[in-house]
């Protein structure tokens, strides 16, 4: 029995030996590439997804864990980016480069999700103090720009929430404030449509994200609308003295916005965008001010067109008291540079601008809400005229009838029946029994709660009507 197991042991020992050798053989001649694939094979089940389902990049993946996790505020991004839809639109993302020396460095526009990927990752901020990329694109953005984004720089997925017109995004008043993104909702006249106070109403969100080392930052600017209109950005900025040396004359083309704002980095301070964001982005808060400037004046202008109310879309209010509130913070809590002193005085300045906005637009909804009345008001008079006017034609016809349907004997001729002196009797002592009957109540009731009793006088004026009680 002992040599047996012994046997049984050392067959199993060189067994195991041998195998062991082999191994080690095999591991010897074994190339590296293929031990790197080998190693990958073994690891592979655990990135496969779901039968079916394709692989979710990282962005998404980490959206989806964090969905898993219990942010359940995040399922529409997580199923926006699992459907992947292909963009259908055309969008465009420009980068602008705000360098050490304080010049600006465009980049050649970027049109599709691969180049967009590949230029996030690869150029580096080597001499740039701030870029800042403007993404346009129509009503939402595609899930390859919102991965290519948020892998690139590691966005709040809240962000994306916005961007794609999420009813979950869930703040807390503290959590909006103090996030590093805000949102500016656009309103511009639609020319297309033939109502002259039609509004198209859109959306521009601006994430801002410090750089790890140094005072630089990165500016991400989303862009809801390809909408064009012919104006340029000086609009916004104070003309040069008399007799002074003027910028050349150029033809208004019609400019998307995120082309007006490129355009207007040349009226812009570099080295103070450099240290403030919200300076940085004062010239979008005041292209926001003057569309909405001009709607309200349009609307006001076409009320008085047709002296009544025009129709108008709604909510513009609401719209440019956020922006309102907006500004007061500075843009974002969480933003740096908000005690420059450059970063004080233009926020005052838009401050100002926008509180008289507020202000024209509650005055002229005051005055709607004040023409509306009046509009009810003569149509319920034209109502009660009209109802008089029949009641005029119909009454003497209406007591005549009457009259002549008594069965009196002046009218029937038998005198078995009633006289018509009668009737008026009947009616006049019924009308005294009414009065008496209001009167006695309005004295019981000033006696109960007055502790006193009303005069005649008081009790008779009741009773027909002019004497209201206390």
């Avoid at 990927?117 to 800042?132: A, H, I, M, P, Y």
């Amino acid at each position: 029995m002992t040599n047996m197991t012994n046997m049984g042991y050392f067959r199993g020992s060189r067994g195991s030996a041998t195998k062991s050798e082999s191994n080690a053989l095999y591991s010897e001649t074994e190339t590296e590439p293929v031990r790197r694939w080998r190693k990958r094979a073994k690891t592979a089940h655990v990135l496969q997804p779901e039968w079916g389902q394709p692989a979710r990049k990282p962005y998404h993946e980490y959206v989806h864990q964090l969905l898993g996790a219990g942010w359940a505020n995040l399922q529409d991004l997580d199923e926006y980016m699992s459907d992947r839809p292909a963009p259908t639109e055309p969008f465009v993302v420009s980068v602008l480069d705000i360098l050490d020396d304080f010049k600006l460095k465009q980049w050649p526009d970027l049109n599709n999700e691969h180049d967009l990927s590949s230029f996030t990752k690869d150029q580096s901020r080597e001499g740039v103090n701030v870029r800042l990329y403007m993404a346009e694109y129509s009503s939402r953005p595609s899930a390859g720009m919102i991965e290519a984004f948020g892998s690139s720089f590691g966005l709040d997925p809240r962000f994306f929430n916005w961007a794609i017109d999420s009813k979950n995004h869930v703040f807390t008043p503290a959590q909006r404030h103090r996030a590093p993104y805000i949102r500016i909702g656009f309103g511009v006249l639609d020319r297309m449509t033939h109502s002259k106070t039609d509004t198209e109403r859109f959306k521009v969100l601006v994430y801002i994200q410090p750089d790890e080392q140094g005072t630089g930052w990165t500016g991400i600017i989303f862009f809801s609308s390809h909408t064009k209109i012919a104006l340029s950005p000086r609009i916004v900025t104070d003309p040069p003295a008399f007799q002074s040396a003027l910028p050349s004359p150029r033809i208004l083309e019609p400019k998307s916005f995120r082309e007006l704002y490129l355009e207007s980095f040349e009226f812009v301070n570099l080295e103070k965008a450099a240290s403030s964001p919200f300076y940085t982005i004062a010239n979008l808060l005041y292209l926001n001010c003057f569309c909405w400037s001009e709607v309200i004046t349009t609307i006001r202008e076409e009320d008085q067109r047709i002296n009544g109310i025009s129709d108008t879309s709604v909510e513009h209010t609401e719209e440019i008291k956020k922006s309102l509130a907006m500004v007061q913070r500075g843009g974002s809590l969480g933003w740096r540079g908000q005690d420059e002193a450059h970063t004080a005085d233009i926020r005052q300045r838009l401050e100002e601008d926008f509180k008289h906005l507020v202000n024209q637009t509650d005055l002229l909804w005051s005055a709607r809400h004040k023409m509306a009345a009046i509009s009810q008001h003569k149509s319920e008079s034209r109502w009660t005229s009209l109802t008089n006017a029949f009641t005029y034609l119909f009454a003497p016809i209406t007591i005549m009838s009457g009259v002549y349907g008594m069965n009196v004997s002046e009218i029937s001729g038998s005198d078995s029946n009633p006289n018509i002196w009668q009737f008026f009797v009947a009616v006049v002592a019924m009308n005294v029994v009414v009065l008496l009957s209001l009167a006695i109540s309005n004295w019981v009731h000033t006696m109960r709660k007055h502790g006193r009793k009303a005069g005649v006088r008081e009790i008779l004026g009741f009773a027909v009507g002019r004497i209201s009680t206390k």
